[in-house]
């Protein structure tokens, strides 16, 4: 089986349930991917496992038949037993290597990171992608200090593997965020918040393309 890649990737939108004020995460995730979303990460720092695994599997199904990417936050055996396309860890979470030694070559890793060393790192440990950010000050991160564009000018020269910059990006920000050198940007409350999620997607989208 083929590794799936992000490299073609514009918009990486995470449903995060903390920011769907109530709704449900499937119904936002399929908006969100008609409005132009290349990945969806299911994101649920609350929920036990068991109601995790529930929404993962239906969100997997729905997304798979949209033909985006797929990808669990932080919770490994979730993203085996839904045959996610990828898995996403942080700080907390376990190391790459023991992730890979878990899922196995063909599910995507993915890799938070917060410095120029981080990045390196990631990409030396097998990451499959990374993570770069907060770029500007955002609530999902309340601990976490904004690391600014210029982090995203040095990993955009340094980094090999493709990369997200995320943290704070909207659609007044994301040109500065694309001239630093990102090629694809990753959004919580830009879309899974807003109103409409499909049109919200569909203006960040247009935006992209455009720069």
């Not at 695994?53 to 985006?68: C, H, K, S, Y």
Request: proline share 6%; with cysteine; glycine share 10%.
């Amino acid at each position: 089986m083929n590794k799936p890649s992000i490299q073609k990737a514009k918009l990486y939108v995470i449903v995060d349930r903390a920011a769907l004020q109530g709704r449900d995460p499937v119904e936002v995730a399929a908006a969100a991917v008609r409005g132009g979303a290349d990945v969806i990460q299911w994101r649920d720092k609350e929920a036990a496992d068991r109601d995790f695994l529930e929404t993962a599997a239906r969100l997997r199904a729905q997304v798979g038949r949209q033909g985006a990417l797929f990808i669990v936050n932080d919770r490994v055996p979730a993203a085996i037993l839904v045959k996610a396309d990828g898995v996403h860890v942080g700080h907390e979470d376990l190391p790459v290597p023991a992730v890979r030694a878990l899922v196995g070559k063909s599910m995507l890793i993915g890799r938070s990171t917060h410095s120029l060393e981080e990045a390196l790192e990631a990409e030396r440990q097998g990451a499959d992608y990374i993570g770069v950010g907060p770029v500007f000050a955002t609530p999902t991160k309340p601990g976490c200090p904004p690391v600014g564009l210029e982090l995203v000018r040095q990993v955009s020269g340094k980094v090999r593997i493709p990369w997200v910059a995320i943290g704070g990006i909207d659609l007044e920000n994301a040109g500065l965020v694309s001239s630093a050198g990102a090629a694809r940007v990753a959004v919580v409350r830009a879309v899974a918040a807003a109103p409409d999620p499909e049109a919200a997607a569909r203006a960040f989208k247009g935006k992209l393309l455009s720069l």
